[in-house]
């Protein structure tokens, strides 16, 4: 009898764990929706690309200004395009894109292909397809991060260059995160961190879907669970990014998990050419909120390399400066890149 149970249990048990393992999940969260006006690029990398485009009315135009979202595996929020879209009026053609693997642009089969390594050539191809011979490139966090990486490859390419919430350059000196900040600087830790955020929404299935990945550079889950379950994520991440912790709000859709954690796996790949920067010339604006939650010394480091570099604090604002304070974020952009009314007096 007592055989019987103890097979019977086993047996029970195999069943309860593989269906955690291997049954779908599904997530309570808001759904992707296309933009109306998307348009697409077919790149010769084979990445699909959607785009939103913000067509300067001014006849004298300038330097397009191309913006490059966070992550990996962010999309373009209509709140960053709604911030930003005045500056249009300056004579700057705006270009808003998805990157591989998120949002409007195509996910990939084979997710091994989602590099640090395919981001830089996707994104030298979408500056080749809008034809101009320089762009001024505004990247936040991990966008901050292949700014970078295109600066150093192309420097005669960059105009200005604006630097958000930056992340760390490639390759990571991870000695950078015990780096403190100066005094005068005011710098906080928001009170939430992304390290609680992943220990209260990552579980069984969602690790298991993780490691696969890593493993086997294969899906475990479909896109469609598994970019839910980076919705799902994100909510809660969300809380750290600014000072104080507030209730997690709906998440837009639409961010892609494969691009996400494949990309930072490649991370380690990059090749180091951070001697590079101090050779550029480029103005480079760097926008940090009081609380955000990337390590000082990251900061500091594209200030000791880069030559051409200022550094902006945004009081009571944490790494979504837009939430933070909006009115300030579009400011300091807007002077950095030379506003008409500037540029009269």
């Not at 330097?63 to 249009?88: A, C, F, W």
């Not at 902006?312 to 304070?325: Q, T």
């Amino acid at each position: 009898m007592i055989k019987w149970v103890i097979i019977w249990g086993l047996l029970i048990t195999v069943v309860v764990v593989s269906f955690i393992l291997f049954f779908p999940k599904t997530y309570a969260v808001q759904s992707f929706e296309v933009r109306k006006g998307t348009r697409y690029w077919e790149l010769n990398t084979g990445s699909k690309i959607g785009y939103t485009k913000i067509e300067s009315g001014l006849k004298e135009k300038k330097n397009p200004m191309v913006y490059l979202h966070g992550g990996p595996g962010g999309k373009v929020s209509d709140q960053v395009i709604r911030t930003l879209e005045p500056l249009s009026s300056f004579g700057h053609d705006l270009y808003f894109y998805d990157q591989i693997g998120s949002g409007h642009s195509k996910r990939l089969e084979n997710i091994a292909e989602y590099s640090v390594e395919r981001h830089k050539n996707d994104l030298e191809e979408v500056i080749g397809k809008i034809g101009a011979e320089k762009v001024i490139l505004i990247g936040h966090s991990w966008g901050s991060m292949l700014a970078t990486l295109y600066l150093q490859d192309h420097p005669g390419r960059v105009e200005k260059l604006i630097l958000t919430g930056p992340g760390p350059i490639l390759p990571i000196d991870r000695s950078l995160m015990k780096v403190l900040p100066p005094e005068h600087l005011k710098l906080k830790e928001p009170e939430y961190s992304n390290k609680e955020g992943n220990q209260k929404t990552y579980k069984l299935r969602s690790k298991r879907i993780l490691k696969w990945a890593y493993l086997f550079e294969a899906k475990l889950a479909t896109d469609k669970e598994a970019d839910d379950f980076f919705t799902f994520l994100n909510e809660e991440l969300s809380k750290s990014t600014s000072c104080v912790v507030e209730e997690a709000e709906e998440y837009e859709g639409g961010g892609g998990y494969y691009a996400h954690i494949m990309t930072v796996k490649s991370f380690s790949e990059a090749e180091n050419q951070k001697g590079q920067l101090k050779k550029i010339k480029t103005p480079v604006l760097i926008i940090r909120g009081q609380c955000d939650n990337q390590k000082w010394g990251f900061t500091e480091e594209y200030l000791n390399l880069l030559p051409n570099s200022s550094l902006e604090i945004v009081e009571n604002s944490g790494h979504d400066l837009i939430r933070g304070n909006k009115e300030k974020y579009f400011e300091l952009i807007s002077e950095f890149i030379g506003s008409p009314d500037k540029r009269k007096k």
